[in-house]
Nanobody, 119 residues
Framework: QVQLVESGGGLVQAGGSLRLSCVASGTIFYINTMGWYRQAPGKQRELVAA???????NYADSVKGRFTISRDNAKNTVYLQMNSLKPEDTAVYYC?????????????WGQGTLVTVSS
């Protein structure tokens, strides 16, 4: 069974930076897309950034130029560097991985890590 373990969330002042990490553990034969989503109170979960196996990236318009997603395939890890944080970035951030596991192709979610940006 594949599990995702996220770290790096916390409280930061506006304008500050945080780096989120997500490690996929367990038997996963191939990871296609790795990404980060977020969900603020009272809002739907939304895509923040994603990175495909060929390293092509996709960002929400609201984070372009401030956030950078990257991956280390040898470590089955995806990172999200968040700079120039704003109060509206406050949310629970979820790691998402799509790949081939023992039981077939699956989409897997992490448990979430809270990011709070104070004004």
């Amino acid at each position: 069974q594949v599990q995702l373990v996220e770290s790096g969330g916390g409280l930061v002042q506006a304008g500050g930076s945080l780096r989120l990490s997500c490690v996929a553990s367990g038997t996963i034969f191939y990871i296609n897309t790795m990404g980060w989503y977020r969900q603020a109170p009272g809002k739907q979960r939304e895509l923040v950034a994603a990175i495909a196996s060929g390293d092509s990236t996709n960002y929400a318009d609201s984070v372009k130029g401030r956030f950078t997603i990257s991956r280390d395939n040898a470590k089955n890890t995806v990172y999200l560097q968040m700079n120039s944080l704003k109060p509206e970035d406050t949310a629970v951030y979820y790691c998402n991985v799509k790949g081939a596991t023992i039981v077939g192709y699956r989409e897997i979610w992490g448990q979430g890590t809270l990011v709070t940006v104070s004004s």
